[in-house]
């Protein structure tokens, strides 16, 4: 069998490890061929392939990034973008395509194999943790460490100024890592996606913090809004080609209203690309690793259509629709669980 193998969406660390995985079992146990396609799905459309082999993932299990090249390129929108990846897949003899990403990825892979009859297997990826038929992504422990070691480097920060921080990391529809960082970061406010914030109350939180004679850390996702706003955008003209928008903005926003309403002094860290750049934690190389070894099992078996999931400690198939049907999103009971910790 021939296999391609392409890595779509944001870059996520563990993407290697999946592609790793793939290639040595594929080649080790069943003597298959790989071709890479490069940056997602932009690889099949223009016909932009690499060479995919033992050397090529020698040597790539803890580096992050993904050798493959990503882009948030949607074929579907492209002109005769289906008839364009068939015919990359006929040219380079093709027999089926693994394809590592999130919901837009993964909707694509769905969409080529259920309307298109392409032989697609899909890998679960996204550090915001947010795809319902899985319990988690790899990708998403590495994110938490990174922003968990930033809050509490902030503590002490803010504690030697008595000023407050407020946090911003990724989570566009998901709250996660905001949620697993705050509170393994004690931080004082936690705001998510999910539940739109009051900033008064924020305020509140704040100033009793200072009155406790700590300086508060507020841990705030990029998709959070005000109760009475929208999300708040530092850029909000770049769209991508799956249309969302570029986010960021709600740290610096939220920051000057705390001064403005409390007068304490409050600045903003944005953590941004650092919470996905570099090597994956063991957890996710671990989990990467066992879902490659499943993708390409699901490829050998014929079960095109799914995507690997983990259930538990089980990595089980889930048909790509169902994977890409739902987000996983915060659930109301567990942000107010970490509540005790507000203030
Ligand atoms: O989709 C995952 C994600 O990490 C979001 O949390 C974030 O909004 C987005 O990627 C940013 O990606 P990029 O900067 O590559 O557009």
């Not at 290697?16 to 594929?26: F, L, T, Y």
């Not at 949607?74 to 590592?100: Q, T």
């Not at 926003?253 to 090597?279: D, F, M, P, S, Y």
């Not at 078996?301 to 987000?327: C, K, N, Q, S, Y």
Request: hydrophobic letters at 40%; a negative charge.
């Amino acid at each position: 069998m021939r296999i391609g193998v392409l890595t779509g969406g944001g870059d996520c660390p563990g993407l290697n490890a999946v592609i790793r995985a793939v290639v040595r079992k594929g080649v080790q146990d069943h003597d298959h061929d790989f071709i890479g396609f490069k940056d997602g799905w932009r690889g099949p459309l223009q016909g932009a392939v690499t060479e995919l082999g033992i050397p090529a993932v020698r040597g790539i299990l803890p580096r992050g990034g993904t050798i493959l090249g990503s882009s948030r390129t949607n074929p579907l929108k492209e002109p005769d973008g289906v008839r364009r990846i068939k015919e990359s897949l006929a040219k380079h003899e093709v027999d089926a395509l693994i394809a590592i990403g999130g919901e837009d990825t993964l909707g694509v892979a769905r969409r080529l194999h259920d309307d298109h009859g392409i032989r697609c297997v899909g890998v679960p990826k996204t550090i915001d943790n947010d795809l319902s038929a899985t319990d988690y992504t790899f990708g998403f422990d590495t994110a938490v460490n990174i922003a968990t070691e930033a809050i509490d480097r902030l503590h002490t920060t803010a504690e030697s100024h008595m000023r407050v921080l407020v946090v911003e990391v990724m989570g566009r529809h998901a709250g996660w890592i905001a949620l697993h960082s705050g509170l393994a970061g004690g931080a004082n406010v936690i705001l998510v996606p999910e539940q739109r914030f009051d900033v008064d109350e924020v305020c509140g939180w704040v100033t009793s913090r200072f009155g406790a004679s700590y300086a508060p850390i507020v841990v705030v996702a990029e998709g959070a809004m005000p109760q009475d706003g929208d999300l708040v955008l530092k850029n909000a003209s770049h769209r991508d080609s799956f249309g969302h928008v570029r986010l960021s903005g709600v740290g610096e926003w939220l920051a000057e209203e705390i001064e403005r309403r409390t007068g304490k002094e409050a600045r903003t860290t944005v953590l941004g690309h650092v919470q996905r750049g570099g090597t994956p934690s063991a957890f996710d190389r671990w989990l990467a690793t066992r879902f490659g070894l499943h993708a390409l099992a699901a490829v050998d078996g014929g079960h095109f259509g799914t995507m690997v999931a983990l259930r538990g400690t089980d990595i089980v198939r889930v048909p790509l629709a169902e994977a890409t049907a739902r987000l996983k999103t915060v659930p109301a009971a567990l942000y107010e669980e970490a509540k005790v910790f507000f203030g």
